[in-house]
């Protein structure tokens, strides 16, 4: 039976037959126009189908971010979801195929919307179909293959979800290129806004299958498939910054051997203290970094941002204290513990008290310091949350019922980049060093932009700390482009109640401090290539330390940051000419940098 919008336009172009036949000399021209009016009600029909079937499918592919965060409920699974979205997308490809759509989107001015509409469900199609379709069906194989016996992972089954997930990785990619290529601006703003919200979901979804084929080629042999692995794990404070995130202190031993995961041991700060690490990093690094003695200081190892940098020296020290070589080293904070924690549950420690995801931060980075005003005590303090964490990691990822949220989490903060990975095998180490978790500074000739700052006074006073940082590009001179760079840093400290393990200043100034105030080394990394034309802090010239990272120019200043105050530092800079944003550095630290960047207009010629 005809839908009741087909019979409408089956009425009308009878009407118009009627006509046509009582002008006989009109009989071509209006069996063209009939057929030009059928064609264009059909295209409207259809296109309001094609839109409700589009909306369906996008509403079941938003679906899936809860089911995400929450873990899948029996009554609804990605599968599912997937499968809707699926049909919704394949209803809505074949609503928009056929000649009448075919010519619409090839007709001059008023074709871009058809054009658009008929690319969108296309690419909303093979969306379903190529790429989530085989996610999901390799999601559920993986999640199914965890074994209950503590964190188990069925390599064989990683494996062999390896080509599948390359194959989405790449039809994902295209994707994304044919939607980028459909008209932006059309006389139709309903339809531009709903291929923005197409683009927008490829921008989530190309990543995170770029993740998953990089782990079904890389995880079965970090895991231990073909011989057993040996990690490095360490807790990083971000109540003190350091350039990959905070001050390295505890850590752990990680064994991995055919999917089975376990910890040999934990350690704190003291053990790896003054070991000397037997690395060289290059000249570059030694004259950028080599006051800092990082190579012998394991709380100032990593005061580059370029975590390889601080995993090789780790992996060095490991060596030198215990004789064994490391496969690796990860890093995580206790942001990242609380997101793993929302997912697997509290803690329990020793004394009975729950660690949750609500209270792991402050308690690491706050409440510890004047709950145990002992050093020995609150080190021990730390390897108790540290133990009892990693294990309830390790039990939740072999639960059915917690398994495929903890997944999910864990995605996410490898994601932020709060969980970083360095493996010691080159191969290994190329696939790792491509995503965010991977902690590298890019070098190239990309634009760029990162604000990192170390903590230079052995304050715990980062927990307070507040960035933001304005990027602007200005106008375009023989020179280049002109860019200024405004980082702001606030000093939230409050002002009394703090305990002196937090605000003492082992740095000593030579001026007079107050509890609270603290002093930061500000680090901005530019684009290879800029030449600083002038600095200013609170509006006054600055000079300020210029050296050399990764093809990088870097430029530091030394600032003492009072509590309760804000201080500015505003760079003018000459970059070579460019019409995109720059690719961002986000140093994590407690509260998150706030960043502003405004699109560039393109150079003229």
């Known amino acids: 039976m005809p839908r009741p919008e087909q019979g409408f336009a089956v009425r009308n172009a009878a009407r118009a037959g009627r006509w046509c036949r009582r002008r006989p000399a009109l009989a071509a021209t209006c069996a063209a126009a009939g057929l030009i009016l059928a064609g264009a009600v059909w295209i409207v029909v259809t296109g309001v189908l094609a839109r409700h079937e589009l909306l369906a499918a996008q509403r079941s592919l938003e679906s899936l971010r809860g089911l995400a965060a929450a873990g899948a409920p029996a009554t609804s699974t990605p599968e599912s979801a997937v499968r809707e979205a699926a049909a919704r997308a394949a209803g809505a490809h074949r609503l928009t195929t056929g000649p009448a759509w075919y010519a619409a989107a090839h007709t001059p001015v008023l074709g871009g919307p058809a054009r658009t509409v008929r690319g969108a469900a296309e690419a909303a199609d093979r969306l379903a179909r190529d790429v989530l379709s085989p996610l999901a069906d390799t999601a559920g194989e993986l999640v199914a293959g965890a074994g209950a016996d503590g964190g188990h992972l069925d390599l064989s089954a990683l494996r062999r979800a390896a080509p599948a997930l390359h194959e ?62 040996r990690y490095l794990v360490v807790f990083e404070n971000t109540a003190e910054a350091r350039g990959t995130g905070g001050l390295p202190g505890a850590f752990a031993i990680l064994t991995a051997d055919r999917g089975h995961l376990g910890f040999e041991r934990f350690g704190n700060d003291s053990e790896l203290g003054k070991v000397r690490a037997s690395v060289d990093l290059g000249a570059e690094y030694k004259a950028m970094y080599g006051r800092h003695a990082p190579t012998g200081v394991w709380v100032n190892s990593n005061v580059s941002p370029h975590f390889p940098h601080a995993a090789r020296i780790w992996s060095a020290m490991w060596r030198e204290h215990s004789g064994q070589e490391l496969d690796g080293a990860f890093a995580l904070d206790p942001s990242a513990l609380a997101g793993l924690l929302a997912a697997a549950g509290p803690a329990r420690l020793p004394d009975g008290s729950a660690v949750t995801a609500a209270n792991v931060v402050d308690l690491t980075e706050r409440t510890s310091y004047a709950a145990f005003p002992d050093t020995v005590e609150r080190k021990a303090y730390f390897l108790d949350v540290a133990r009892a964490t990693s294990q309830v990691l390790l039990v939740s990822a072999g639960d059915p019922a917690r398994r495929a949220a903890l997944f999910a989490a864990l995605r996410g903060q490898l994601r932020e980049g709060r969980v970083k990975a360095w493996s010691a095998h080159p191969s290994e180490q190329r696939e790792l060093a491509s995503h965010p978790f991977g902690g590298v500074l890019p070098d190239g000739p990309a634009p760029f932009a990162g604000l990192v700052v170390n903590n230079a006074a052995g ?147």
């Open 459 to 605: 304050t715990k006073l980062d927990y307070y700390l507040d960035r933001r940082m304005d990027w602007k590009a200005g106008r375009c001179t023989a020179d280049g482009r002109e860019v200024t760079v405004t980082a702001a840093l606030t000093n939230g400290a409050p002002g009394s109640g703090l305990p002196g393990y937090v605000t003492q200043r082992v740095d000593h100034p030579p001026y007079r401090t107050r509890p609270g105030d603290n002093r930061l080394l500000v680090s901005y990394y530019a684009t290879e290539g800029t030449r600083l034309a002038k600095a200013t802090v609170d509006g006054r010239p600055a000079m300020l330390n210029q050296m050399v990272e990764r093809g990088h120019p870097v430029y530091t200043v030394d600032m003492e940051l009072p509590r309760g105050a804000t201080r500015t530092l505003v760079l003018k800079l000459v970059e070579r000419p460019s019409d995109r944003l720059p690719l961002l550095l986000n140093q994590q630290l407690v509260q998150p940098l706030k960043v502003t960047a405004r699109q560039p207009r393109p150079c003229e010629d």
């Open 168 to 229: 989405a990785s790449r039809s994902a990619s295209d994707v994304r290129t044919d939607v980028a290529g459909l008209p932006r601006s059309t006389w139709l703003p309903a339809v531009d806004r709903a291929r923005a919200r197409l683009a927008e979901q490829l921008e989530r979804i190309v990543p995170a299958t770029v993740e998953a084929a990089t782990a079904a080629r890389v995880m079965p042999s970090m895991l231990g498939e073909k011989s057993p692995r």
